[in-house]
Nanobody, 122 residues
Framework: VQLQAFGGGLVQAGGSLKLSCVASGRIFSSHVMGWFRQAPGKEREFVAAIRWGVGNTYYSDSVKGRFTISQLKAENTEYLQMNSLKPEDTAVYYC????????????????WGQGTLVTVSS
């Protein structure tokens, strides 16, 4: 499976952005699609994940209540709606796929998109 992430950009604090990730190839209901991010000088961290088809979701504490992960199965696409953005949300955002269940751990994700940059100005 190849993943392509879109939708990054520059936004002011308090604003919103919606990221998209399109997957080529088959995504099964046992798979999980997730979002991670990597801020400058920091390690990549988990943001959110969704169980494909079933729709169970999980969020990091830092984005809970502000970000929403969703899916459109017919188009093999997952989304990350980001509201109330803060400067500390500035990072390259990556979509990824795990084939063995819901996980917040980077190494459990085997397929990765190229990343899209989100910059939040204060």
């Amino acid at each position: 499976v190849q993943l392509q992430a879109f939708g990054g950009g520059l936004v002011q604090a308090g604003g919103s952005l919606k990221l998209s990730c399109v997957a080529s190839g088959r995504i099964f209901s046992s798979h999980v699609m997730g979002w991670f991010r990597q801020a400058p000088g920091k390690e990549r961290e988990f943001v959110a994940a969704i169980r494909w088809g079933v729709g169970n979701t999980y969020y990091s504490d830092s984005v809970k209540g502000r970000f929403t992960i969703s899916q459109l199965k017919a188009e093999n696409t997952e989304y990350l709606q980001m509201n109330s953005l803060k400067p500390e949300d500035t990072a390259v955002y990556y979509c990824a796929r795990a084939i063995r269940g819901l996980s917040t751990v980077e190494k459990d994700y085997s397929d990765w998109g190229q990343g899209t940059l989100v910059t939040v100005s204060s």
